[in-house]
């Protein structure tokens, strides 16, 4: 068969076939290397987000690419069925060894929505491995975001996303996430965290405790939700509460894991070790598409002797990810970027947390290590946020990118209202990067500030 004329060809400046999500449209990507990325046009940026909080250890790692190199002269591709890969080994053990307590068992799969479905189908499948078929039902917070594909939406707190797929999915229950700082009440630090945790016990009791299969979150939370970290009585509690009624306890550490937050998991800041861990962004690093489920042991080998795990992908351990995702932990641990994160993080955020001297309408700043987040608000006190009409969540993202700085908005209330920033550089970024960044959110502040008429400090 000949190749029809002009196949290949392609000039950006013909209509683009591929599908974007909206109309907005940005410039070619030309290269990327650290912090920074070019475009076709040589302008820079400098990856105040990390991408969607992927690129932990910045872009082009010469030590990463290597080995993937290596690994693609060997072989790209053996299924799983036909071949078991080194490098899928050697990262499984790694990742395990890094985990806390007896999470020691490691499912690959290609990003975070998989992540989170595989989860998933391990409690099911365990809870019918020991014969309690009634569990069925996992818990989750609103808002939360746990993927965008069918089972993941089902678990997901996030109406512009699960709205026009409601009729076609099997909702599971919710129970509000700890937006502290949206109470307005007479309770503690330790006296709210106890109090969500509490809803958790309501809910299970709601619903049944023999339907209860898991509860799933994001410990430090992400786009939902704008990098929220509850009370530190909340974690404990919510573990306490699991075990009491046999339910299941799942980290979505989608976003938080792989040393984002200053430890390899952030379930380390309070001592916690859940009963599955969903994993991705971090361990793959942008290098490739990766993403695993962690288990424990005892739970791995009841369904496996229950006849398997009814599960799998295409390119679940694929030995090229692998490579890349092993590499990534060898730089993270390595080049102590899990401790940077920390330091940065502490550094970043009270350059953050001071520009609300400045910033009237900054509401609220959080999270913790390099994974943070601003919200504004129109008014700080009674906590109402911007008109909805104003679109701040894009247009400061707008101002941020025309100065060559990139960060990542979502709306935090729902999805419809309330509009949070990440700043989530990656984990080499320096106190120079530091600076930079907080050149152009100022910059970009000062601009929203004046199209919008929003007060300033005198």
């Not at 709205?163 to 630090?189: G, Q, V």
């Amino acid at each position: 068969m000949s190749t029809p004329a002009g196949v290949f060809d392609w000039s950006p400046k013909e209509p683009s076939r591929l599908f974007y999500q909206t109309r907005l449209r940005r410039p070619l990507i030309d290269r990327a290397e650290g912090v920074y990325i070019w475009d076709e046009h040589g302008k820079r940026y400098l990856d105040g987000s990390s991408g969607a909080m992927v690129s932990n250890i910045g872009h082009s790692n010469p030590r990463v690419l290597a080995a993937m190199r290596a690994q693609m002269e060997r072989a790209t591709f053996g299924y799983r069925l036909h071949f078991e890969n080194e490098p899928a080994e050697r990262l499984a053990s790694a990742i395990a060894k890094l985990c806390p307590g007896d999470l020691n068992r490691v499912f690959f799969c290609s990003g975070g929505s998989e992540a989170t479905e595989s989860a998933v189908k391990m409690a099911r499948q365990y809870a019918l491995a020991i014969g309690e078929t009634k569990r069925t039902k996992v818990i989750s917070r609103f808002p939360s975001y746990h993927g965008s594909t069918f089972g993941a939406l089902a678990i997901t707190g996030y109406d512009p996303l699960t709205t026009p797929f409601a009729e076609m999915i099997h909702s599971m229950p919710k129970i509000p996430a700890p937006r502290c700082y949206l109470d307005r009440d007479n309770l503690n630090d330790e006296e709210r965290g106890i109090r969500y945790a509490e809803m958790l016990r309501d809910k299970i009791i709601e619903i049944g405790p023999e339907t209860a299969l898991a509860f799933i979150m994001e410990p430090v939370g992400g786009a939902s939700t704008g990098a929220i970290v509850a009370p530190d009585s909340y974690y404990k509690r919510v573990r306490e509460i699991c075990d009491e009624y046999g339910v299941l306890l799942i980290y979505d550490e989608v976003m938080s894991g792989a040393g984002r937050t200053g430890a390899f998991l952030a379930a380390e800041h309070w001592g916690i070790t859940p009963d599955i861990v969903a994993l991705a962004k971090g361990i793959g690093a942008g290098y490739a598409p990766l993403g695993a489920m962690v288990a424990r042991n005892s739970h791995v080998e009841a369904v496996i002797d229950s006849g398997g795990f009814m599960h799998g992908y295409t390119y679940a351990g694929n030995p090229i990810a692998c490579a890349a995702g092993l590499a990534v932990l060898h730089e993270l641990v390595e080049q102590d970027l899990i401790g940077n994160a920390a330091r940065m993080g502490d550094k970043l955020k009270a350059r953050l947390t001071a520009l609300m001297d400045d910033y009237p309408f900054i509401g609220d700043v959080r999270g913790k290590g390099l994974l943070l987040a601003f919200e504004l608000m129109k008014d700080r006190e009674t906590k109402e946020p911007l008109p909805r009409g104003l679109n701040a969540y894009q247009r400061l993202v707008d101002l941020a990118y025309d100065r060559g700085l990139i960060i990542y908005s979502r709306r935090t209330r729902g999805g419809y209202e309330g509009d949070h920033f990440l700043v989530c550089p990656p984990m080499i970024v320096t106190d120079a990067h530091i600076d930079e960044i907080m050149n152009g959110l100022i910059s970009s502040l000062d601009a929203l500030a004046s199209e919008l008429d929003l007060p300033r400090a005198a």
